[in-house]
């Protein structure tokens, strides 16, 4: 299939042209190298450097390069970003992707599958999170997602030919496991590569964001994807999709691990001490997030590969040793 990744210069976009490729299709990204790395697209894909806004240069790319499927990773992804300043976000994400779905309609491409987000939810009164319960989501990005995933229903419910996927990721982690490409994000908030960052030297310690939450340990519990598999499973959607499709998934491995566990295993893994320091709860940490993944595994056959946190540090310990400055020059 001839598909477009948007946002294919960033994290979990690159890896979806990775995993593309290996599967035999063509691909072409649009990214505006906002947040992304031109180095993290191969040479011989077509990088289109366009953003998502500019609909009519994007109808040119659709049409010229014979798109089929569109793979809509493009956005920006900082939660407290999105509470300081919610019209970049609602103007990036949600504005962006209708100017996306106009250029789709223009270019006759019917297939679509959207990154969404665990954020969607907000904080939901049950664990764990079953693709059916009420969206509320408690932030800018989370509802500028959410608006997406409503857009899509409404166009695909004008368009009968039109075919979507929203796939709700929870927490996305590792790298390639072959250590060509991975995590490579300024700041850097999440906390894998936060603590890879303190076993390189980079940072002196991590914060760890309340210690008294109602959980084991006390740390907060979080559901812990490995990006390929993430990846695996857009591909496996995209091939399934038929004209009228509305898939929702959620991604996940459908258990949590917390704060603590993740720590422990990231100083296993670095054989590095990774001091910590107790900080303040953040607004809006829910203290225990992760999925129920059944609905995708029963509808089609997909299941996480990796699902001991170890093993998802592991490969992400493999990019940072190798790439200790990123995607930049040593
Ligand atoms: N990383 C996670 O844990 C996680 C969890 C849930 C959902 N998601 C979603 O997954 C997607 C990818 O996340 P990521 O971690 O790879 O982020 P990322 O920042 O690494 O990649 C996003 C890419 O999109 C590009 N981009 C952003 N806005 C654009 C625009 N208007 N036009 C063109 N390009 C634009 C950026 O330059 C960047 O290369 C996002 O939609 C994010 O909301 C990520």
Redesign the pocket.
Known sequence: MNVLV?????????HAVKRLLEAGHKVVV????????KP?VPKHVPLEE????QTSALTNALTHHDIECVM??????YVGESVSQPLMYYD??TW?TMSLLQACRQAAVQKFVF?????TYGEPAQMPIVEDMPQAPINP?GAS?LFVERILKDYAHAHPEFAFAAL??????GSAADGTIG???DPET?IIPVLLNVALGKVPRVTVFGEDYPTPDGTCIRDYIHVEDLVDAHVQVMQRLQPGDQRFYNLGIGKGYSVKQVVDAARKVTGHAIPTKVGPRRPGDPPTLYANADKIRRELGWQAGYTDIERIIETAWRWFQSHPNGYEEP
């Open positions: 948007t946002g294919g210069a960033g994290y979990i976009g690159s649009v990214d505006n190298l906002y947040r992304g790395h993290a366009l953003d998502l806004r809509h990773f493009a956005a920006l992804a990036n994400n962006g990154s969404s987000t665990c954020a990005y997602k709700r990721y929870f927490n996305v982690a995590e490579d994000h999440h």
